[in-house]
């Protein structure tokens, strides 16, 4: 029997913001539709590996992504059967930028508090 897919959620802000919606909604159709189906596909299999998922943290991964403009990491974490997209964006350099990967941390800290 096959396991329910996960809800997903987006990270909140105190003030009610959804910075990972906001920063999707930057995107072409195209790439939205890229990144949505990548979510999607992490949603109904979770837990995955690599090529598309990367343990980034305890209790922290990311989603690679290819898109038509480049390549963009979201970072999330899964608790119980909700995944929570904490942080995305645009990689362009090798490794993870240290503050993206803090951001992520940050927001994980506060998304246990809501």
Do not use: C, Y
């Given at each position: 029997m096959p396991l329910e897919p996960l809800i997903v959620l987006f990270f909140k802000t105190?003030?009610?913001t959804e910075p990972?919606?906001?920063w999707l909604r930057s995107f072409s159709a195209v790439d939205r539709q890229i990144i949505g189906a990548d979510i999607?596909?992490?949603q109904i299999g979770w837990p995955l590996g690599?090529?598309?998922v990367r343990k980034m943290d305890t209790d922290l991964w990311e989603i690679r992504i290819t898109l038509v403009s480049g390549i963009a990491?979201?970072?999330f974490t899964?608790?119980?059967n909700t995944l929570l997209l904490?942080?995305?964006f645009i990689k362009k350099s090798q490794a993870t930028p240290k503050s993206e990967l803090e951001l992520a941390k940050k927001r994980l800290k506060q998304s246990w508090r809501h």
């Amino acid at each position: 029997m096959p396991l329910e897919p996960l809800i997903v959620l987006f990270f909140k802000t105190d003030s009610g913001t959804e910075p990972v919606r906001d920063w999707l909604r930057s995107f072409s159709a195209v790439d939205r539709q890229i990144i949505g189906a990548d979510i999607r596909t992490v949603q109904i299999g979770w837990p995955l590996g690599m090529p598309l998922v990367r343990k980034m943290d305890t209790d922290l991964w990311e989603i690679r992504i290819t898109l038509v403009s480049g390549i963009a990491r979201l970072l999330f974490t899964v608790s119980g059967n909700t995944l929570l997209l904490l942080h995305g964006f645009i990689k362009k350099s090798q490794a993870t930028p240290k503050s993206e990967l803090e951001l992520a941390k940050k927001r994980l800290k506060q998304s246990w508090r809501h």
